[in-house]
């Protein structure tokens, strides 16, 4: 799809990343310059940028935003090693967002910080899925989800929280306007709620005591809920055995990870 070509200020790389390049294209449409100039002034990219790059990427890998002529998507190209998201799709977030907190206590700050970085992680794992050779049994959107989840549980306490319960609520709206019929069931994507019952599991099951609210007031059946440790645990050994042996700090270790999603 042809673009206008980014300014070369809007091209950075991240030095605590090595292989990691980021792109903010500046938007045609007006309606998008605020969440550019928002994005940028964040340095949303460069945080996602150094998380990535706590691994040995045998390849440089660039983060680009731009408009899509009106489609709402994220993906990973592997022809040219990039993760892309739409400002169309970050415009819907906002969009969806509650304009105070909700009934679930979700805010605002939540709804749209916890499923922009869930969707820049999930694509981030297909790239490692492609650029490391990682084995993937089973359906490779459900893995990557997995992988984001458990990247975004070893954020600082607060911050994690922040990921899961705005990731969550997104999952939730996406799932009341979601038509279910034989096409929702053959994408390669699970439907929304089973998304949303999936991070919910891998959070309660990474710590009960913290997560317990998922399944006190109800957002988690008890039933599912009595195996999400062992999920949980299958998940992070899988991690570790596939993708620990890339990592430049030892998986068990969380302080550079949180120290790059907060500068």
Not at 72 to 82: C, D, G
Not at 184 to 191: E, M, T
Request: net charge positive; with cysteine; hydrophobic share 40%.
């Amino acid at each position: 799809m042809a673009t206008a070509p980014a300014d070369a200020a809007a091209q950075r790389n991240v030095p605590e990343a090595g292989r990691v390049r980021v792109v903010y294209e500046a938007p045609r449409k007006a309606a998008y310059r605020e969440i550019h100039d928002a994005m940028r002034e964040r340095r949303v990219l460069e945080r996602v940028g150094a998380i990535v790059g706590l691994v040995r990427l045998p390849t440089r890998l660039t983060y680009r935003f731009k408009e899509c002529a009106g489609e709402l998507n994220a993906w990973y190209a592997p022809e040219n090693r990039s993760v892309t998201v739409c400002y169309e799709l970050l415009d819907s977030i906002v969009q969806a967002a509650p304009r105070t907190r909700s009934r679930a206590g979700i805010t605002r700050h939540d709804a749209i910080r916890g499923p922009l970085f869930q969707i820049l992680l999930h694509e981030s794992s297909h790239a490692l899925f492609d650029l490391l050779r990682v084995p993937i049994l089973g359906r490779e959107e459900d893995a990557a989800d997995q992988v984001a989840s458990l990247i975004l549980l070893h954020l600082s306490p607060a911050d994690a929280r922040m990921v899961v319960n705005g990731g969550a609520n997104f999952f939730a709206t996406t799932a009341r306007e979601e038509p279910v019929d034989k096409g929702a069931f053959a994408d390669v994507h699970g439907l929304s709620w089973q998304r949303f019952y999936n991070l919910t599991c891998m959070a309660y099951g990474s710590d009960r005591r913290r997560y317990g609210y998922v399944a006190a007031e109800g957002y988690l059946p008890k039933e599912r809920a009595e195996g999400c440790g062992e999920e949980y645990d299958q998940v992070a050994f899988a991690f570790r055995k596939l993708i620990g042996p890339h990592l430049r700090a030892r998986p068990a270790d969380g302080r550079r990870l949180r120290r790059a999603f907060r500068p």
